[in-house]
């Protein structure tokens, strides 16, 4: 699956697309399929989001897992500072 | 230390109000993120992993504790409580907000400090040795060539657009604190027939391809010094790469060229430049140097400390350095404890040690490019009390320059760029070396962990170095080994295929083991290294 990530414009917070806005929990993200680019050009010209893209997905129980460890670490917060984490269910080294 | 005159305070001030009108601009969509990127930039503010970074200057590393203050306040409200002191004697924030940023560089002015030029193809932040004007090596003291550089290499118009980033490290030892031939221009105060000048190299650096910096010039007069390095830079704007990024470097340049061709140029550049009357006079100079005066030492002051107390006397056996003052000390704080991030403090202790500065180190503190902090001008007397506030505060490990006081860059935790994570790996070398009781027996061992070929964490210096990579999209770690950023600067080599991120931390047990075996009396682990090459080491590993 494909969702569309980006960082909030005033306070630079990773936010996902979530159908009808923007969320800091990818749990929350939907599959943009074809129109990710369009969402993000909308968007970002809208200032809701800050260089948005597309990024690839796995749909798991737990919602969207980011298929590159990168994209992961985002979803989830630094891993190395649990009190600052978003979600450290998040796997971020997959089995 | 310098303070601000009139001028330099109207830039920074001016600087802060420009900044303050682009981003309301950003913000209110007039200016496009392709048009903002570069100004932000330019006042050292990045898009990060997870939010904006914004990189402080600190020049050559140099601060007062009124300086020090603002930034653990500045870490409290305007972060979430933290800052990263870096490899190059800087501080970042890794969670500013935009709206927020303008009144954050205010903040900064108000104590003479800004993030300009801390990102950008300009001239970047100047280095220079943390021990700077307390050492007893030194020639000369190094900070003012620093802000003479400082104060020529801010705004310079015609290096405002170079091909790439530009860093210049100054420094007036033999012993080389501060990598210095691993800088695009490193510059070595030396002494001929009793006269200060300078050694200039140019042409180092790390990254994908790293280089030491070959000699340009063997003595550069006093009075020369900035039209020589203008001739170094004038020559690498005209012909360094512009169409490659990676080739982009003066390091390239010089390689390219050759050194005795660059070298030519620079001379004929010179020699042009020197009819232009570009030098200051050396009025400005010494206006400069009144600055960095000795302060007021107390004289007849005891050389004796009490180290009656074990955990103290470790800590000054590896901590404090010998001060070019009789009475006095130099104390490094290590930012490097066991499970924590190296070079992050928090606001508290950030503060605290602010506190410290002032009474303990007649108000000043330095960064040092291991990230660690010294405060310079303590007295052997108040040692004991300093490290006993140190202590309260976690902040009094005793590992400078052993296996545990490693150099690791933010990597793929904070970093856009990063291909793997810095921070856990050098968490978990420090655990097991903790744990297995070695790392007084190794003694030094200089580790630096890299999370990706852009070598911020230094791994080409390291005598064992570490560069994360993504193979296939898992995190992978080599092993470089034979490296230094000292004054006998070499660069390591790749040992073979690379580790996961606990194989990683095996096979540097497997490489310490291997020298605690074969060294001989006297040897680090550099020099065993280098007496056996990298066969033993290799075969140790991989079998």
């Given at each position: 699956m494909k969702v569309l990530t980006g960082n909030d414009l005033a306070s630079g917070d990773v936010i996902w697309w979530t159908g009808k806005g923007w969320s800091r929990h990818i749990g929350e993200a939907v599959e943009v399929g074809d129109e990710g680019e369009a969402i993000a050009k909308a968007e970002a010209d809208a200032r809701r989001v800050n260089v948005p893209y597309v990024v690839d997905a796995e749909a798991t129980a737990n919602g969207p897992l980011p298929l590159h460890i990168k994209e992961r670490i985002r979803a989830s917060g630094p891993t190395v500072r649990a009190d600052l984490a978003i979600n450290n269910q998040i796997p971020i080294v997959k089995a | 230390?310098?303070?601000?005159?009139?001028?330099?305070?109207?830039?920074?001030?001016?600087?802060?109000?420009?900044?303050?009108?682009?981003?309301?601009?950003?913000?209110?969509?007039?200016?496009?993120?392709?048009?903002?990127?570069?100004?932000?930039?330019?006042?050292?503010?990045?898009?990060?992993?997870?939010?904006?970074?914004?990189?402080?200057?600190?020049?050559?590393?140099?601060?007062?504790?009124?300086?020090?203050?603002?930034?653990?306040?500045?870490?409290?409200?305007?972060?979430?409580?933290?800052?990263?002191?870096?490899?190059?004697?800087?501080?970042?924030?890794?969670?500013?907000?935009?709206?927020?940023a303008a009144n954050l560089l205010a903040d900064l002015a108000s104590v003479e400090m800004h993030a300009i030029q801390t990102s950008g193809n300009c001239i970047r932040n100047i280095s220079s040795d943390q021990y700077a004007g307390v050492a007893a090596d030194e020639v000369?003291?190094?900070?003012?060539?620093?802000?003479?550089?400082?104060?020529?290499?801010?705004?310079?118009?015609?290096?405002?657009?170079?091909?790439?980033?530009?860093?210049?490290?100054?420094?007036?030892?033999?012993?080389?604190?501060?990598?210095?031939?691993?800088?695009?221009?490193?510059?070595?105060?030396?002494?001929?027939?009793?006269?200060?000048?300078?050694?200039?190299?140019?042409?180092?650096?790390?990254?994908?391809?790293?280089?030491?910096?070959?000699?340009?010039?063997?003595?550069?007069?006093?009075?020369?010094?900035?039209?020589?390095?203008?001739?170094?830079?004038?020559v690498y704007n005209r012909y360094g790469r512009r169409d490659n990024k990676y080739k982009a470097r003066i390091k390239i340049l010089v390689h390219e060229l050759g050194v005795d061709e660059y070298r030519r140029q620079v001379e004929e550049e010179f020699a042009h430049i020197k009819t232009l009357n570009l030098d200051p006079p050396v009025a400005e100079l010494d206006r400069i140097?009144?600055?960095?005066?000795?302060?007021?030492?107390?004289?007849?002051?005891?050389?004796?400390?009490?180290?009656?107390?074990?955990?103290?006397?470790?800590?000054?056996?590896?901590?404090?350095?010998?001060?070019?003052q009789p009475?006095?000390?130099?104390?490094?704080?290590?930012?490097?404890?066991?499970?924590?991030?190296?070079?992050?403090?928090?606001?508290?202790?950030?503060?605290?040690?602010?506190?410290?500065?002032?009474?303990?180190?007649?108000?000043?503190i330095r960064v040092t490019h291991a990230q660690n902090l010294v405060l310079p001008y303590v007295k052997k007397a108040e040692l004991y009390a300093l490290w006993k506030e140190l202590a309260a505060a976690g902040l009094a490990s005793a590992n400078l320059d052993l296996i545990t006081d490693i150099i690791a860059c933010p990597g793929l935790d904070y970093c856009s760029l990063a291909n793997a994570r810095s921070i856990p790996?050098?968490?978990?070398?420090?655990?097991?070396?903790?744990?297995?009781?070695?790392?007084?027996?190794?003694?030094?061992l200089k580790l630096k962990i890299s999370g990706c070929i852009n070598a911020c964490g230094h791994h080409h210096a390291g005598h064992i170095g570490i560069l994360g990579v993504d193979r296939k999209g898992t995190e992978n770690y080599q092993l470089l080994l034979g490296g230094s950023g000292a004054e006998d600067c070499s660069l390591g080599?790749?040992?073979?295929?690379?580790?996961?991120?606990?194989?990683?931390?095996?096979?540097?047990?497997?490489?310490?083991?291997?020298?605690?075996?074969?060294?001989?009396?006297?040897?680090?682990?550099?020099?065993?290294?280098?007496?056996?090459?990298?066969?033993?080491?290799?075969e140790a590993i991989y079998g």
């Open positions: - | 230390m310098y303070l601000y005159d009139k001028y330099d305070q109207a830039m920074v001030d001016a600087r802060v109000e420009e900044f303050r009108d682009q981003a309301a601009r950003r913000l209110a969509g007039t200016l496009t993120e392709e048009a903002f990127r570069p100004l932000r930039l330019m006042n050292g503010l990045y898009l990060q992993l997870h939010a904006y970074m914004l990189r402080v200057a600190i020049p050559y590393g140099t601060l007062s504790g009124k300086q020090m203050r603002m930034l653990g306040q500045i870490a409290g409200k305007y972060d979430k409580g933290y800052a990263h002191f870096t490899t190059r004697q800087n501080i970042q924030y890794n969670w500013i907000k935009l709206e927020e000369a003291d190094p900070r003012p060539w620093a802000e003479l550089l400082r104060q020529w290499s801010s705004f310079h118009p015609e290096f405002s657009y170079l091909p790439r980033k530009f860093k210049i490290c100054v420094i007036a030892s033999a012993e080389d604190r501060a990598a210095m031939r691993l800088h695009d221009i490193g510059i070595e105060l030396v002494k001929r027939d009793g006269v200060v000048g300078a050694r200039v190299f140019a042409g180092g650096g790390m990254g994908r391809t790293p280089m030491v910096g070959p000699e340009i010039r063997d003595f550069v007069a006093e009075d020369d010094l900035i039209s020589y390095v203008e001739a170094c830079l004038r140097r009144a600055y960095f005066a000795d302060p007021a030492y107390e004289t007849g002051l005891s050389d004796e400390i009490d180290l009656s107390d074990p955990a103290f006397a470790a800590w000054v056996k590896q901590q404090v350095v010998a001060h070019k009475g006095y000390a130099i104390a490094n704080i290590s930012l490097k404890p066991v499970s924590g991030i190296p070079g992050d403090a928090s606001a508290e202790q950030i503060e605290l040690i602010a506190d410290l500065t002032e009474r303990y180190s007649l108000d000043e790996v050098a968490q978990k070398i420090a655990e097991r070396f903790t744990s297995n009781g070695k790392e007084a027996a190794i003694g030094e080599a790749i040992t073979g295929p690379g580790f996961d991120e606990n194989g990683i931390v095996d096979a540097i047990e497997t490489v310490t083991d291997l020298y605690l075996d074969q060294r001989q009396e006297g040897e680090r682990f550099l020099d065993t290294y280098r007496r056996l090459g990298m066969a033993p080491f290799k």
